[in-house]
């Protein structure tokens, strides 16, 4: 290989022998000479474990060294058997200052060197992430499946390719029998199955540790898409691989996960064909991260495709720095004009919501002190769910949003703005933050595992956009103390109680609770169980099947309680999108996408969290919490780590089943709620602030000036 093949931090080689992995990166000399030291690991994607990769010099050209690494599997298989993702990177030490940088993939077949653990059918193996970087996972037997060559014509589709199922090359467990390529469309349930015949792949075989299995590990075949064409409707078709073999006398079948195709040698196509005298268009292309093979057929339209090209090409703009850095200059520019003082720029969780303190806020100021001019930035992916809330809004990112930021007089914010935006000097910045700290926050924690970022940028870029806040929001003094540290604000902090809480204290009565209930459409007669945990990254990521892993035994609860209590979920939307709740009608209701939680705080009679802060501001109606914690010696252990004693101190009983939720509940019946000694001294700690007029505290002191 050529210097000019080399790219910095880019895989050249990666093979396994012997249960050892072996991997050639390349490295700029200049790159490397910039830092104190530094050492090449694997790091568990949603953990603090680290596995040390020995590594040595094998070469060193003009501009570049390369590096060898190699590991053990046997050496770690506990570990690498148990922590689904690692991820290689190289650790870099500058100033004190410990970061790291991934190790890039050369999209190579790199899942065919894969170690079969086949007593528990399971398989570990290097893989290419959506940001194309190298990574190692430990998975259930999968079959994967590549389309090398394709090629479009005015009827059909032809193509070759290859699959890769351990067991089949790795074993002699099994005897393949039969191949077949399935096609499915995005219009209806139709599954199309195309014979396919096998092509020899001594390219495989060659590079693959010669393993003689491989050669049959080739397929080719034709998809005659013409007869599947439909007019006024854009078909999207997606494909798959269909597997059967025998093993211990018996056939079984596997399908793939959604096929790949070789990216580099299969740019998208495009070709046109007449069709009952309409002009068609049919695409495919490998999908922008996943290089998943996709395959496309519509009715050819002139307008449609040039506001498509300049759709794409906007966005391509809008998402690139050369936006951020125009935008940044007119903040500069429009800086000069006359300020606008009377103008209130309002945005709940990046202008998502019409909720929280912001709302509080400005729904105080509306009925107070009508004299201000309020908008809302709402993000345009949201900006529906403001249509009929009778408020000023505008599209975040928008030009008249650029016009309203930049002369305003202030910004209400309960997180973060991007950080390239520019506060100008005559703006007051109100920060109201969205929550007392459980978990530890900014430059508290010790490691941040969030993608795109290390922990060193992290708390450096969340250090300086808390530097441009004016004011910021405390509910109490525990949180105080916690903020000016964590965010090293040093500016003005009202310490005064959530504005969002006052809403919980001004309108808890049986009108207000009815009121919601019937919007919601929810029986007025029973009992509300609210249950409300917080996001676990690691474990949906890590099992793929978190969305359908509701850990609370929905059925114990119907079966116990269905006759005086209905349950309300309250879930991240990645779980709440694929949840099923068939059977549970009546009893179980999803309302995760209810805009504000404070309306679902106020009509649920027990609260059942784990360690999402909600339980604070649910503490403010002094009912009954559950805390769930079925996970917590890893969530405490592994994750950002608690501020306080949360076995000791937390408001509630902590359980771990489903039945301990059960009892618990049937004993609330039973001698009703009592706060212990325990919520009491929490009721003083965090609440003591909470009398429904925040909201009246903060408004005095940031705009009554």
């Not at 490295?27 to 994607?45: G, I, K, P, Q, T």
């Not at 570049?64 to 690498?80: A, G, N, P, R, V």
């Not at 025998?246 to 399908?255: A, L």
């Not at 945990?533 to 949906?540: G, L």
């Amino acid at each position: 290989m050529s210097e000019n093949d080399l790219k910095n931090r880019k895989l050249i080689k990666l093979s396994v022998q012997n249960n050892t992995y072996t991997l050639q990166v390349p490295f700029r000399n200049e790159y490397l000479d910039s830092y104190n030291s530094y050492y090449f690991a694997l790091s568990h994607r949603y953990g603090e474990e680290v596995i040390e990769v020995d590594s040595s010099i094998i070469s060193e050209e003009e501009e570049y060294t390369i590096f060898e690494l190699y590991f053990s599997f046997d050496s770690h298989k506990e570990q690498f058997s148990t922590l689904e993702i690692w991820d290689l990177s190289l650790f870099k030490e500058k100033d004190g200052e410990v970061s790291k940088v991934r190790i890039k993939s050369n999209y190579d077949n790199l899942r065919f060197n894969t170690i079969i653990l086949s007593e528990r059918e399971k398989i570990f193996y290097p893989f290419t992430t959506k940001k194309g970087n190298v990574s190692f996972r430990i998975n259930e037997y999968q079959l994967f499946c590549n389309f090398d060559e394709i090629k479009l014509s005015n009827d059909k589709l032809e193509f070759s390719g290859h699959f890769n199922y351990a067991p089949l090359y790795l074993t002699d467990d099994c005897t393949l029998i039969n191949l077949e390529v399935i096609v499915v469309n995005n219009l209806d349930d139709t599954e199309i199955k195309i014979p396919v015949q096998k092509d020899e792949r001594t390219d495989l075989f060659d590079k693959y540790n010669k393993n003689k299995k491989l050669l049959d590990a080739g397929f080719k075949g034709e998809f005659n898409y013409f007869s599947y064409i439909v007019l006024d409707k854009r078909k999207y078709f997606k494909f798959y691989l269909e597997l059967t073999y025998e093993k211990d006398g018996k056939q079984q079948t596997v399908r793939s996960t959604r096929a790949r195709c070789n990216h580099k040698k299969n740019p998208s196509q495009v070709n046109f064909l007449k069709y009952n005298n309409k002009k068609m268009k049919m695409k495919i292309k490998p999908t922008r991260k996943s290089k998943y093979l996709s395959f496309q057929i519509s009715e050819y339209n002139v307008k449609n495709e040039v506001y498509r090209k300049l759709k794409s090409n906007w966005v391509k703009i809008r998402r690139g720095s050369t936006l951020k850095k125009l935008y940044k200059l007119a903040f500069v520019i429009l800086g000069y004009l006359p300020v606008k003082r009377k103008v209130i720029m309002f945005e709940s969780f990046l202008g998502k919501q019409y909720s929280d303190s912001p709302r509080a806020i400005y729904e105080y100021l509306l009925q107070n002190d009508p004299s201000y001019e309020m908008y809302w930035s709402v993000d345009r992916r949201h900006m529906r769910s403001f249509d009929d809330k009778d408020v000023n809004y505008v599209r975040r990112f928008s030009i008249k949003w650029l016009l309203l930021m930049a002369r305003a007089g202030y910004w209400v914010s309960n997180s973060r703005l991007p950080l390239w935006i520019p506060k100008p000097n005559h703006t007051i910045y109100l920060q109201t933050w969205h929550g007392t700290p459980l978990k530890r926050l900014a430059a508290d924690m010790d490691e941040v595992h969030m993608p795109g970022t290390n922990t060193v940028k992290y708390k450096q870029n969340f250090i300086k956009e808390a530097s441009k806040w004016d004011y910021l929001v405390s509910p109490n003094a525990y949180s105080t103390e916690i903020f000016e540290r964590a965010f090293q604000f040093k500016k003005t902090m009202i310490e005064s109680g959530y504005p969002r809480n006052d809403f919980l204290l001004n309108s808890n009565n049986e009108e207000t609770i009815n009121q919601i209930k019937q919007k919601a459409k929810l029986p007025k007669d029973k009992k509300v169980i609210l249950y409300a945990p917080t996001w676990r990254d690691n474990q949906f990521y890590a099992k793929g099947k978190y969305k359908f892993n509701l850990m609370l035994d929905l059925e114990r609860l119907k079966e116990e309680f269905s006759k005086d209590y209905i349950v309300i979920l309250r879930l991240h939307y990645l779980v709440a999108e694929n949840l099923d709740l068939t059977g549970f009608e009546g009893f179980v209701y999803d309302l995760s996408h209810h805009e504000d939680i404070r309306e679902l705080y106020l009509i649920a009679d027990l609260l059942i969290t784990d360690y999402s802060s909600v339980f604070f501001d649910y503490a403010n109606l002094r009912r009954p919490m559950l805390f769930f914690v079925y996970d917590i010696e890893d969530y405490r252990d592994n994750l950002r780590g608690f501020y306080f004693d949360f076995e000791e101190k937390a408001p509630g009983p902590l359980v771990k089943t489903t039945e301990e939720v059960i009892s618990s509940i049937k004993r609330l019946d039973k001698i009703g709620f009592n706060p212990s000694d325990t919520t009491e001294a929490f009721y003083e700690k965090f609440c003591y602030l909470e009398d429904g007029n925040a909201s009246e505290r903060v408004v005095k002191q940031v705009f009554k000036r």
